[in-house]
């Protein structure tokens, strides 16, 4: 089992980039697929960005592509979101998440507790 430390969550601008990270205390961290999520008080969780195991194939949300970078470095047991051109919108509560590389594309098994991510206008 993989726990899950998302940081970089702050306060920011519209149009300011911001970067966070997901620390994986786990020296198995290249076994599983990973991904971001976030969540606004009242809906429901969303898919935000997803890597694969060897640091080739990611996925990203419609409304996030070609302004958020997801990567990995498994030498750190670390996740990264590169966050550019910020819009209110994005205002969220950011979650990592980890899937054994076995599983289905939307089994995530283990979760961090998330970061909060303000964007104001």
């Known amino acids: 089992q993989v726990s899950l430390v998302e940081s970089g969550g702050r306060v920011v601008q519209v149009g300011d980039s911001l970067s966070l990270s997901c620390a994986a205390s786990?020296?198995?961290?290249?076994?599983?697929?990973m991904g971001w999520f976030r969540q606004v008080p009242g809906k429901e969780r969303q898919f935000v960005a997803a890597?694969?195991?060897?640091?080739?194939?990611?996925y990203y949300l419609e409304a996030v592509k070609g302004r958020f970078t997801i990567s990995r470095d498994n030498a750190k047991n670390t996740l990264y979101l590169q966050m550019n051109d910020l819009k209110p919108e994005d205002t969220a509560v950011y979650y990592c998440?980890?899937?054994?590389?076995?599983?289905?594309?939307?089994?995530?098994?283990?979760w961090g507790r998330g970061t909060q991510v303000t964007v104001s206008s």
């Open positions: 998440a980890a899937k054994e590389r076995w599983k289905s594309a939307d089994d995530y098994s283990y």
């Open positions: 786990e020296h198995t961290f290249s076994w599983y697929d």
């Open positions: 890597i694969s195991w060897i640091n080739v194939v990611t």
